[in-house]
């Protein structure tokens, strides 16, 4: 009789288990489709955990990668740099060899990936903001990192270019991921003007999308929309609207977090030729507080996100974690936190959120990726003009 009562307790307490601060909805009339679709209840980590500053003086720090003899590449987004840095956190020369970056406003170097396997030694990707005629584009480069005192980059080719040119200093996506088939996952902005932001639907425009790529820039057979006419063969998913942060589950999955406009940014489980909405449904609304479109949350052919946050976090960067290091954890979803300055980790129950805690408020520092490494700490970069590395892990 006993322990029904405190199971019955137990469950009235979580059922009515406050959200984590954020501040009050800037959109409070759109509802959720569902319950714990926003607002989960706050989770708090038991397990202790150390922050320690492995690099320092980084310039505006977007991506992290580690090689595999466990250094570090970290691209550095303006003025567009690529250094190595090495476990004592001492940092090389600026790598050479690299393409021109347009490094305004959101542009600059961004993403990069070592690919698991099945390349010669070195091989690197990168994603960055392309300069063209007429205005700019992101591009996905490969190319042989050669090391020493003055590293540089050999062997560069552009194995992809967002099409078509547009000149706009916002909304690239960047984030790189390597789906386990060995096929590259790019993800996409949809340039945030208005020109750009009315593509995101439009499966001729790489604006907004999410796109799959061989490793050798080629069009992998079984896209979605290879046999669409007129649709460009690269895409995997359309309308979402800034992707910075992405990450396969255990399964193999494709999970990926986008900025949204003035609330409604997602969390949102990538299925092969899904539609996410941008701009005809959203949990946001424009940056001067009107609404966006139709001030629709939902419509016939278009995805729910698993989750959204309003007011925003600006998520940029993304893992979900082996539970290597720390068992709590496993499973869960770390996510970079810009306008938030934290690291939001979501507790998971299938393929829900269940909880959700910021981390590391107290240090009051842009995030901007998250990387579980070799060893299962998480590595953070901090995106400021004398940006950090940071190793997360729980105290031994």
């Known amino acids: 009789m006993f322990r029904s ?5 137990l469950a009235a307490t979580t059922a009515t288990a406050a959200p ?11 509802q959720p489709a569902f319950a714990g679709q926003t607002r989960a209840e706050a989770a708090v980590t038991r397990t202790p955990i150390a922050v320690t500053e492995i690099a320092t003086g980084l310039s505006l720090p977007w991506g992290l990668a580690f090689l595999p003899d466990g250094r570090m590449l ?6 567009g740099a690529m250094r190595i840095v090495n476990a004592d956190g001492s940092k090389s020369e600026a790598i050479t060899g690299l393409p021109a970056v347009d490094a305004r406003g959101q542009g600059g170097m961004m993403g990069i990936a070592v690919p698991p396997s099945g390349e010669a030694k070195g091989t ?7 300069p063209r005629e007429g205005g700019n584009g992101l591009a996905v480069a490969r190319g042989v990192l050669v090391g020493g005192p003055a590293p540089k980059m050999t062997d560069v080719k552009v194995i992809f270019r967002m099409m078509p040119t547009i000149d706009s200093k916002q909304h690239f996506g960047g984030r790189l991921v390597f789906a386990r088939d060995g096929k590259l996952f790019v993800m996409l902005g949809e340039r945030s003007i208005l020109p750009g932001r009315v593509q995101a639907q439009d499966l001729g425009s790489d604006f907004g999308k999410i796109v799959r790529i061989n490793r050798d820039g080629s069009i992998p057979r079984d896209n979605p929309f290879v046999k669409a006419p007129g649709a460009r063969p690269e895409i995997w998913s359309k309308g979402n609207r800034n992707v910075l942060a992405a990450a396969l589950d255990n399964r193999g999955r494709l999970w990926e977090a986008e900025n949204g406009p003035q609330g409604g940014d997602e969390l949102n489980l990538i299925v092969a030729g899904k539609d996410y909405g941008w701009p005809t449904i959203t949990y946001g609304e424009e940056y001067n507080g009107k609404p966006i479109g139709q001030s629709q949350t939902q419509a016939p052919g278009m995805e729910q996100p698993v989750y959204y946050w309003d007011p ?20 869960n979803i770390f996510i970079g936190g810009l306008a938030a300055m934290s690291l939001t980790r979501l507790v998971m129950k299938g393929d829900r959120v269940v909880g959700e805690e910021r981390l590391l408020k107290d240090r009051k520092e842009r995030i901007r990726d998250v990387v579980e490494g070799p060893d299962g700490a998480l590595y953070l970069l901090t995106d400021s003009k004398d940006g950090k590395l940071l190793r997360v892990a729980p105290i031994r």
Do not use: C, D, H
């Open 5 to 9: 009562i405190l199971a019955a307790l």
């Open 312 to 331: 925003v976090i600006a998520p940029s960067g993304m893992a979900i974690y082996s539970g290597k290091l720390a068992r709590e954890w496993r499973g």
């Open 20 to 30: 984590v601060p954020q501040g009050k909805p800037n959109v409070p009339e759109l």
């Open 74 to 79: 970290v691209t550095e987004k303006a003025p």
């Open 124 to 130: 690197v990707f990168w994603s960055y903001a392309e």
